[in-house]
């Protein structure tokens, strides 16, 4: 397991965060503790402000009021070129700065040099042994020497995700993993990320979503966003319920939930 300032108190822990931008709150008194055993679900319409949540959680963006503490350290007291490395995070513009041409493998292993594809000659035993495991247990091993623009989407995001937890981080951020997937590539990925989430030693986890139906089991909290605002965060079970969706996606809505599965429909 990472040694970590997380042992001494939370992963992540905002008090009274805003971001604004000229007249537009982002987000607004935003209070949040993740814990590292626990999976949260980050969930909203479009513009609710959860991209930009994950930059705080990142350390890519600085509050504009409020104090953000990732791993035991204070945003704006730290050097964050140092706090980077022991988050994990996937995002679409992370994966645009990805080259198409560049090895798939190469992205992977990479990742502990805080870099986007292989600079070095030579990786140590050690990284080229984790980064294989990792390709495995995301099945993309069969194309390390693949470009990587010759990928499906699915086979991209679970390369990204091998990335993200190739410096073994105490936190990882996945935004929006499900985005562009077609059904199986969904469920599988849903598939991996519930194993993930049970994993005693796993990172603690967030992952940003616009659909239910992206939530994989053994997600233990959930935070629910619409116009800056929080909704509503805690349990997932005391959190994700029809009336607090409802009041999140301004809409009346049916949350129904089917061996740890959620669906939702207009009520
Ligand atoms: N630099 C900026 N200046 C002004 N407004 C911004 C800026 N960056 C983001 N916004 C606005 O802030 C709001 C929240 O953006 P954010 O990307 O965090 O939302 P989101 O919940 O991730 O949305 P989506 O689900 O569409 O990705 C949006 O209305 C966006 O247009």
Partial sequence: MSSSGASEGAVVRMTGVDVVRGQNHLLRGVDWRVEADQRWVVLGPNGAGKTTLMQLAGALLHPTRGEVRLLGETLGAVDVFELRPRIGLTSASLAQRISPSEKTGDIVVSAGYAVVGRWRERYDVHDLTRAGILMQQWGVAQYAHRPFGTLSEGERKRTQIARALMPDPELLLLDEPGAGLDLGGREDLVARL?????????????????????????YTHALLLRDGDVVASGAADDVLTSAALS?????????????????????
């Fill in 194 to 218: 519930s194993d993930l989430a049970r994993y005693h030693y796993a990172p603690a986890q967030v992952l940003v979503t616009h659909h239910v139906e992206e939530i994989p089991p053994g």
């Fill in 247 to 267: 009041d999140t996606f301004g809409l009346a809505l049916s949350l129904t939930r089917t061996d740890g599965r959620f669906t939702a429909r207009r009520a």
